[in-house]
């Protein structure tokens, strides 16, 4: 059972793991914030302060044009699932069940996304693994540097 204490998924975890491991996915990364705030269960990603217009929203409040959210998790218990989020929007994941969240962003002199994505990769030593990417705010540009990476 989920507390404040010991927090869990909304979804269950083991299932999706067993589809995956059936699939042969080393590890899921979902980029929708609507799919983030899922299997994060932290729905502020879709929200923040103002959830008439969020949805509407491609800017953040320090001006970047292209914030990106990511949520990634592995097939089996051995892999820690980690988040990827907007420099200014990590606290939005704090006390959830995911606990190694990364902070991106496109700005100079801060951790550009793929390069956040591809460290947490490569710390679970997933980098030659199958890796189910949901492409829908997956740009090309992203692509381009997990493959320079990975």
């Not at 999706?16 to 502020?44: C, E, H, P, W």
């Not at 710390?123 to 199958?130: A, C, T, V, Y």
Request: glycine content about 8%; proline content about 6%; some cysteine.
């Amino acid at each position: 059972m989920s507390t404040k204490e010991n927090p869990e998924p909304v979804f269950d975890l083991a299932r999706a793991q067993k589809i995956m491991s059936v699939a042969g996915v080393d590890l899921l990364v979902a980029s929708r914030r609507a799919n983030v705030g899922y299997l994060t269960d932290k729905f502020g990603v879709l929200y923040w302060d103002y959830p008439e217009v969020a949805h509407c929203l491609e800017m953040e409040d320090d001006g970047c044009q292209t914030p990106h959210y990511f949520t990634a998790l592995g097939a089996g218990p051995s892999v820690e699932p980690f988040v990827v989020a907007h420099v200014n929007r990590t606290n939005l994941f704090g006390g959830g069940w995911i606990k190694d969240v990364r902070p991106c962003c496109w700005h100079d002199g801060k951790r550009n996304p793929y390069d956040a994505l591809a460290d947490a990769i490569e710390e679970r030593k997933l980098s030659g693994s199958r890796i189910a990417l949901e492409f829908r705010h997956f740009p090309v540009l992203l692509m381009e540097g997990l493959r320079k990476r990975l």
